[in-house]
């Protein structure tokens, strides 16, 4: 496990108190990623992040060895895409609905990235989402009801500003396309 992003982590957590919100759940693949610090590598992926306490990372067990090489030590898998294994959506469902119960979340207001819909990330390689709306009533009724906001507006804003860890991130990658680029250029 690498040590987390933790000015990411006290941004996110910060604003969700801000907004009366006592957990953020995401699920798509940027967001599960900047929480997480892992990758997802078929879109099937969920993290649960509290406004106090560590978040949970819920995966497909398939991707166990990726997901515990991110920031997040509590890694739940389910099986999936196997015969006799349970329908993904449901298995993901229960474990949310499960995380929600051992950290006092039932009934409590809970962010969800309703703004985004459904964006498709590049390793999926079929859309396995319903509409993000059915799938929170689902989410909603096995964490025992309480109010789902969007919170897609605060994380597009929190995404933007970035961290020292992201920074320099970022100029790695331009230092490796730099490299790309001068060898296109000379070969």
């Not at 409590?108 to 390793?123: H, K, L, N, S, V």
């Not at 799938?135 to 961290?163: H, M, N, R, Y």
Request: net charge negative.
């Amino acid at each position: 496990m690498q040590a987390p992003d933790t000015k990411r982590w006290e941004r996110v957590q910060a604003k969700l108190a801000q907004s009366n919100l006592a957990a953020l759940v995401c699920r798509l693949t940027e967001n599960v990623l900047m929480l997480s610090g892992y990758w997802p590598i078929l879109g099937r992926s969920v993290v649960v992040f509290p406004t106090e306490g560590m978040p949970v990372l819920i995966a497909p067990i398939s991707e166990s060895g990726e997901a515990e090489r991110g920031w997040i030590s509590d890694v739940r898998t389910f099986r999936a895409w196997r015969i006799g294994d349970d329908d993904p959506e449901a298995s993901i469902t229960r474990l949310i609905g499960e995380v929600c119960a051992e950290r006092g979340l039932l009934g409590r207001r809970i962010g969800y990235e309703g703004t985004f819909g459904d964006i498709a990330a590049t390793q999926r390689f079929f859309e396995p989402w319903a509409g993000v709306h059915s799938v929170v009533k689902s989410w909603a009724a096995a964490c025992g009801g309480g109010e789902w906001i969007d919170f897609g507006p605060q994380l597009v804003g929190l995404s933007g500003i970035k961290t020292e860890r992201e920074i320099a991130r970022v100029r790695l990658a331009n230092e490796v396309a730099d490299l790309g680029l001068a060898a296109f250029i000379r070969e």
